[in-house]
């Protein structure tokens, strides 16, 4: 193919005869602005809106789906990609540091992306935000390269007039529960403060089996300015933060754990097993209990201070342990496992699932869960919304099998609308226009199979881009704070 | 949408070049009579042959798939449902006793039913069955009110005249081991014996710590004049019940277990756990074997007496037990469990499986277990039947995967064909016309893609519909009773 | 359907507007050779190529789907299908001995196959490979059986003639660890040792519970020419069989277990283990625990002699052990239980995932694992290929799940591309057959949704038919041998 590379305005729409009807569903979504309130974008980004340093810093090296895939092949190493090992840990003769071999290499590795969400994305980047007019290939790479170089280096390519050219209307970073939230007060001062907002993220500091869980309490209790040493000025800590982040414009909490546990322990034996950690001598069991307690008071916490709690278990971290060693937490691969969600919400939602001020999103990574257990839950339970599908699910046949799998139980109204998950800012709009274009088809089929009347379904498209995720995360009510 | 409401002929058939096909098809099944095997509807309602109170008595209350989507969306809580707090859980000060106010909130929220199969159904039942011209909305409610309540005051709309017009062949209610039948011997007297069958369902009794078990133990001793107060007397007297219902009519036995286990306990440790029960003291895991052993009886049982086996497992009951401690048993919201078959029906497959008087059909809400598990074992085993999509996967995108996901193992003539399971009388015909319409759409792929020829199709969707239940469920044989 | 039966040229390709581009992709994969590397045909077929004996033993008695199928109706019991009893167990009065009256069985119930892949199969079978112009059914079973008999008797229908009709470019048997190769050596001499190669299965050897095994120990000692009674010695005598298979020309190794289980054993616990198997005092718990340490073995040593290692967990053999007992392993049904990978593959992925001489194809019987747990492993670890659809899961719509379950996280070139799995000789072109027009379907639709290019899909098709095979089951490199 050497023609100009021009994207099909009907990608990712049903082919046939559902194709007009999903194009007139689309065509009511496609412009609206865009709600993102769950990533990992550096709020710093945002704050200092310095230009993005290099094509492979923006575009390879900060996607996971995409270095996974060239590693697979033994296209190339992480150290090849441009990963550095930890301190200690090993030699960096061996790291990558020029950004264009870096490219190159992806480039040489397109045709590994064939029928992934990860090709879907760079594609609309590449050509719908920086206008390159090549396909990637090796052939390519170098002018590619250059193209993006020169295009990076224009004033309307920074982050904020990004942002603005994006449609963003709200973006949501993920923080450490022990953040300064400095960007955050930048952002404010310059009129930003409703535009990007923080999230509260306190996983270290509920895993208390983790090497750095005592750093992470001085950490905490130096935030909060309070002493987080022992059980009871753990929790009033981490009620100060939640606050502190309230203050600072945010909607949520988020929460990463291998299970989905909530058990309540009784307060005693939660202290104790908060002072078993403190002398380092917890074992796994109890680790995992008392991180299934703190979800439980995380709830809690939530119908006292409106944010939203946010849940995403069932990624087993760092798979190989070795490769995590040498470079870094979150490096070693993270694999899901099979998730049960019906007797592990259990507590929550019997304590909290008809509470008028608590709103609960959940996500998974085993779709098993979809019809079984997550659509009935969030079926029933008022304060219950089910997350969009998420990481691998989070692709065009991921997100029709969703829809497929709840909706004859959840309906439509129960789930949280689309709501992103990347720290790759440049394909937040490549994410929500999937998104859109597959509900579009999904609903096209209810239509031309008399399911649902076109009207209802332009409306429920229009809910679901938009109105719903709004709707789902909710700034905390006045009354609360 | 303002013009008058009809529904599309076609509607849950696929779009594009299979919808022809698949209308060829689905006019050979459109017209059968029903065979309603496995269903909640209470005898007395044709035993008395009474007209139906009012429209939210008849179609909303006892429809949970609709209640649970209302509370789901905070648009009512179970009071405001029509549904009482149990004697001396709570005041009755709160519940809606106003049929019309029921009615409007379900209109109200008829937009969260969008893609759902209750949607499906109720069109069905308001356009079809009782000749709605309106769509269901807050202007229309009342209007829509009125018109049902005019109509279900003439006598063609009673419940024998609907049987008939409904074109009922069989239907089979669902009755407590201990019940005395008589609505049924009723309905015999007067020559509908044959049309109105019992199903044996003997939960209460096989689960010993359920909290209302020797209360059971009583009504069983009673109704089966014979003590059952003792192992060997239970056994005695849960026979004796069985030749009872045989008597009655009765085709099957249900059982709905939260798993799937059918191991046998030898006579002295199933006679210990009895007494432990009687005791008060049994603890939960010998009770979950017990019921499991009593599986096994029940199947032997049935080797005796010719009553086919119904299993519905993988439901935890009563979720939120707070609910349930104010509403009632099963009104705590059920919520499915992963669901083991393959070892757990081992026991149950090696005794019976071959076995000429045994008729064993399994349903399940895990569609995990479709093509892992379910259609393996079908798909060999002579007694076994595979039941149909189940519940939350009796919907049309449900059946379809049911469909792609067990036939190519287990065939079809290893299914059950179609059996619907519901409460909600005016809603039969429309769950027996979409699921001939999802088979048609299915068998229609076939044929398109020259996997079967039409003739084969057609044949193949008049044995799902009509012959194959009626062959699942046949009267136990003469020389058996 | 009474004229002639031919097979439609668009049969299992997508109806409606992907057909076109399906069927432009699938041409150009139609002609390929078949690279079939994994298979259960015996190469005394191959190094003897005596004509076929019969029909039934041709088509119907080696084919467990067909059989099953038959058995699951009551159409006949194994004995009526010609499956003897196992010495001592029962009387072969009972056992068919007539080939004609299996093939009758057979064609009496060919209505059961609507649906399935054996129908699919054998249509090709029957109409492309043996020529027969008649649908199988009671009133035509003697006459295909006598066209059948009589083509069977021409040489061109030899099992070595077939073999070049098929275009087979390799097949691959599979091998007991101590089989003495005679026939591949047999065929070696006859100049087609590059054609047909074998495959080391030590599973006897490595379940030290089962109670053959002790006999099994001597078989290995003998063949391997060392004493395998005692740990290191056993590790050594299974080297030095490993190398006498890549010496007859192998590829590869194939581990059947219940669970993927691979966890290392220190080496004192595994030599305790064997010696207590040895003394026949082992608990099954440690008969796992050894399995699995072997496994973890075999991958070691897989990275010392460059044997691909493939793995084929999930079956829970003899479900029925009754029929088991009475006519000999394997006959008493295999039935699927859920299956763990992300754990279980864990030791091995760790230790040899980035093993530059590893290569590790893993196959399933549980679709729940594809996206959730096989595509992201498969997905980042240059080591490990998944294989294609196993068994049950080797059927039109399996494959398509399959495709559209993992593509989307491993892309098409973590996979094996296809692998067939069959004792049925004459089934193997149509399986390939079938599996080339199934990638061809999925890949017309990414086209026409514009998600990939046509010039894309027709060289991912190759790849996937052809290439993919090959590269996943190389030739041990000369320096390892």
Redesign the interface.
């Known amino acids: 193919?050497t023609d100009a590379w021009v994207?099909?305005p009907?990608?990712?729409?049903?082919?046939?005869?559902?194709r007009p009807i999903a194009k007139e569903i689309y065509s009511a979504t496609a412009g609206l602005p865009l709600v993102s309130m769950h990533g990992h974008v550096d709020a710093a980004v945002l704050a200092e809106d310095a230009p993005f340093p290099d094509p492979a810093q923006l575009l390879v090296v900060p996607d996971h789906y995409l270095v996974?895939?060239v590693?697979?092949?033994?296209g190339a190493t992480l150290p090849q990609m441009g990963v550095h090992p930890v301190s200690g840990a090993g030699s960096d003769a061996g790291v990558e540091t020029d950004a264009r071999a870096i490219w190159r290499r992806f480039c040489e590795n397109w045709?590994?992306?064939?029928?992934?969400?990860t090709?879907?994305w760079l594609e609309h980047e590449l050509v719908e935000v920086f206008g390159v007019t090549r396909r990637p290939s090796a052939e390519t790479a170098d002018a590619i390269y250059d193209e993006l170089t020169a295009t990076l280096a224009r004033p309307d390519f920074r982050p904020r007039a990004l942002f603005e050219r994006f449609g963003l209307e709200i973006l949501a970073t993920t923080d450490p529960a022990t953040a300064d939230l400095a960007h955050h007060r930048a952002l404010a001062a310059d009129g930003w403060g409703e535009r990007v907002v923080p999230t509260f993220r306190p996983d270290p500091l509920l895993h208390v089996d983790r090497p750095d869980w005592r750093t992470q309490l001085d950490a905490l209790s130096e935030a909060a300015g309070t002493d987080a040493h022992d059980y009871d000025g753990y929790l009033a800590a981490l009620r100060r933060r939640r606050r502190a982040f309230v203050e600072a414009g945010a909607r949520a909490t988020d929460h990463g754990h291998l299970l989905a546990d909530t058990t309540e322990l009784d307060a005693a034996e939660a202290g104790r097993i908060f002072r078993a950690a403190l002398a380092g001598e917890v074992s796994p069991a109890e680790a995992q209990a008392f991180s299934g307690h703190m979800l439980f008071q995380m709830a809690r916490m939530s119908t006292e201070d409106g944010l939203v709690m946010q849940l995403h278990p069932g990624s087993?971290r760092d798979?190989?342990?070795?490769l995590a060693a040498t470079f870094g937490q979150d490096k070693g691969?993270?694999?899901?496992?099979?998730t049960?969600y019906?007797?592990a919400l259990?507590p929550v939602?019997?304590a909290f699932?008809?509470h008028p001020s608590f709103r609960f999103v959940v996500f998974t990574?085993?779709?098993?869960s979809f019809?079984?257990?997550l659509?009935?839950?969030?079926?029933?339970?008022?304060a219950m919304r089910l997350g969009a599908p998420w990481w691998?699910?989070d692709?065009?046949?991921?997100m029709r099998?969703f829809r497929?799998?709840i909706?004859?139980?959840?309906?439509?109204?129960?789930t949280s609308g689309f709501v992103d998950d990347t720290r790759a800012y440049a394909s937040i709009p490549a994410r929500h226009d999937l998104a859109r274009r597959i509900d579009a088809g999904y609903l096209a089929?209810?239509v031309?199979?008399?399911?649902?009347?076109l009207?209802?379904a332009v409306?429920?498209a229009v809910d679901l881009a938009y109105h719903l995720p709004k709707a789902a995360y909710p700034a905390p009510a006045p009354a609360t704070v």
């Open positions: 193919m994207l099909n009907d990608r990712a729409l049903p082919a046939g005869e559902l996974r895939m590693v697979s092949q033994g045709h590994l992306f064939r029928g992934t969400p090709r879907y087993l798979h190989d342990r070795g691969y993270d694999i899901p496992v099979a049960e019906t007797r259990r939602l019997e699932g008809h990574l085993d779709e098993t019809s079984r257990e659509a009935p839950l969030a079926g029933v339970y008022p691998f699910l692709s065009p046949d991921g099998r497929e799998a909706t004859e139980t959840a309906g439509f109204y129960n089929r209810l031309a199979e008399h399911r649902m009347e009207d209802e409306e429920t």
